[in-house]
């Protein structure tokens, strides 16, 4: 990803042009103030979500330095997953997926697609609605409303972390003030020292400031809005799956169906026609 560049390139700039403005650098190191900083920043998110909660936010992190790789790839595969579903349910009926839906693991049909069946969540979400058409308790406007209310709560849970590195990145500042109230409150406790002396001091306490407003909005936001993006971007995944078996069950042939599905992905990671229409016959040829 771009944020380790991002971070060099905002660390560099503020620091070059502080330097070449004739200040010294060196002065900017002060231990005490990121300390207080960012151990009040941890602290406060610790204290502000349940160990579940937590757990996501450190998972999300992780995957927020990870390149998002061939998403285009995974949409066209995902596509085409759905297009030998689709064509398995039109040429041997619905019952025929009874045991791909029970275990996908083992699914000669699902081991085509590493990458999707890698995906467990969004196994689960296909599988589950295959399996409730299956079952036919269910109509079309019932599946619908469910699926937007499943991929609602999806879109909840996955902005758990989102909010939660953003509300550090809003209390930085505060705490950079929190820390430069500190070490004004420590200067006038020693204001019988030399002028120069005192300098240091006010200094030192100045950059507390500074540190928290850099960190918040260089550092902690950049991670909070990739992180959001990339929400988005899975979310997408979800809803192709939506329309693609909503057009189904609406009686579409399964070329049509895909592509209700290949519409609604954003533009720079959908499959263009002739891709999806190149992995279909691809399929037809297996």
């Known amino acids: 990803m771009n944020i380790p560049i991002g971070w060099i390139i905002a660390m560099g700039c503020a620091l070059g042009g502080y330097a070449l403005h004739g200040g010294h650098v060196g002065v900017l190191w002060q231990p005490t103030e990121v300390l207080t900083i960012v151990g009040a920043a941890v602290g406060t ?11 996501a936010v450190f998972a999300a992190l992780g995957s927020a330095f990870k390149s998002a790789g061939a998403v285009k790839k995974f949409h066209l595969d995902l596509l085409c ?22 275990e996908p693991d083992a699914s000669p049909l699902f081991e ?19 399996r409730m058409m299956l079952g036919g ?22 902005y758990i972390p989102v909010a939660s590195v953003t509300q550090v990145g809003d209390g930085l ?29 006010i200094g030192a306490a100045l950059v507390g400031t500074f540190l928290g407003i850099l960190l918040a909005y260089a550092f902690v936001q950049p991670v909070a809005k990739v992180l959001e993006q990339k929400l988005a971007l899975d979310a997408r995944s979800y809803m192709a799956v939506k329309a693609v078996l909503i057009a189904s069950l609406n009686n579409f042939p399964p070329a049509a169906a895909i592509e209700f599905g290949r519409k609604v992905l954003y533009m720079e990671q959908r499959p263009t026609f002739q891709e999806l229409d190149e992995g279909t016959k691809a399929v037809k040829g297996k």
């Open 45 to 55: 998110m610790l204290a502000s979500n349940t160990p579940t909660n937590l757990k």
């Open 81 to 102: 997953l759905l297009f030998e579903i689709l064509q398995k349910i039109k040429r041997d009926g619905l019952m025929s997926l009874e045991a791909d839906i029970e």
């Open 112 to 130: 085509k697609y590493p990458e999707i069946l890698a995906d467990h969540h969004l196994v689960d979400f296909i599988t589950d609605y295959l």
């Open 137 to 158: 308790a269910l109509d079309l406007v019932q599946i619908e409303s469910l699926m937007e209310q499943e991929i609602d709560v999806h879109h909840q849970e996955g």
């Open 173 to 201: 500042p505060a705490f950079g003030i929190v820390a430069a109230v500190m070490g004004v409150v420590h200067t006038m406790g020693s204001i019988g020292l030399p002028p120069a002396e005192l300098g240091k001091l």
